[in-house]
């Protein structure tokens, strides 16, 4: 049974930068694709950005250019380095895992932009 852990959330100023992590259990994080989402209060859960197991990303328009995803699959762990932090990017930060018939979510950061 996968599971995920996310951490890194917290209170930032905007303009500022802060890293989210997310720990995976189990052995198929190497070979599964790894997602970030994100949910604001009263909204839609929305992709953010996501990683394949060879290491291509993508990202949504609001997070090109100020956010990057990586991955240590030595480490199980996907990253997200998220800089130049506006107030319209507070929300719960979810990742996930995706393989197969496998889709798993972690159980969220908080993240909030605000001075």
């Known amino acids: 049974q996968v599971q995920l852990m996310e951490s890194g959330g917290g209170l930032v100023q905007p303009g500022g930068s802060l890293r989210l992590s997310c720990a995976a259990s189990?052995?198929?994080?190497?070979?599964?694709?790894m997602g970030w989402y994100r949910q604001a209060p009263g909204k839609q859960r929305e992709l953010v950005a996501t990683i394949t197991s060879g290491g291509s990303t993508n990202y949504a328009d609001s997070a090109k250019d100020r956010f990057t995803v990586s991955r240590d699959n030595a480490k199980n762990t996907v990253y997200l380095q998220m800089t130049s932090l506006k107030p319209e990017d507070t929300a719960v930060y979810y990742c996930a895992l995706s393989r197969l018939d496998t889709f798993v979510w972690g159980q969220g950061t908080q993240v909030t932009v605000s001075s």
């Open positions: 189990g052995s198929i994080f190497s070979t599964s694709a």
